[in-house]
């Protein structure tokens, strides 16, 4: 079981910056891979971005440029930074945490935090 516990949501102005800190209870280390993930209301949810153990990222298209994950791996903390921010970035955004345990075949449990809303006003 790993939680996670997840701040930095608030309300910002068009144009403003953000930064989401995703604390997990275990070394980031043993988790195969960290995520962000958002939900605006009537929408599905849909990835941010993601980072791996061995520290490899990948963003969705619309917030690349504008949004980087990183890690703490002392501090078992990842973080989202969020520059540039539009009000359709509003949203609940979600970390997430992949273990991948076993091979021949392996499986996958994921951990999902309880989110923190992000409020972007034009």
């Known amino acids: 079981q790993v939680q996670l516990v997840e701040s930095g949501g608030g309300l910002v102005q068009a144009g403003g910056s953000l930064r989401l800190s995703c604390a997990a209870s275990?070394?980031?280390?043993?988790?195969?891979?960290m995520a962000w993930f958002r939900q605006a209301p009537g929408k599905q949810r849909e990835l941010v971005a993601g980072?791996?153990?061995?520290?490899?990222?990948v963003y969705a298209e619309s917030m690349k440029g504008r949004f980087t994950i990183s890690r703490d791996n002392t501090k078992n903390t990842v973080y989202l930074q969020m520059n540039s921010l539009k009000p359709e970035d509003t949203a609940v955004y979600y970390c997430?945490?992949?273990?991948?345990?076993?091979?021949?075949?392996?499986?996958?449990?994921?951990?999902w935090g309880q989110g923190t809303q992000v409020t972007v006003s034009s």
């Open positions: 997430k945490a992949t273990v991948v345990v076993g091979t021949t075949p392996a499986t996958a449990n994921d951990y």
């Open positions: 980072i791996t153990s061995g520290g490899s990222s």
């Open positions: 275990g070394s980031i280390s043993s988790i195969n891979l």
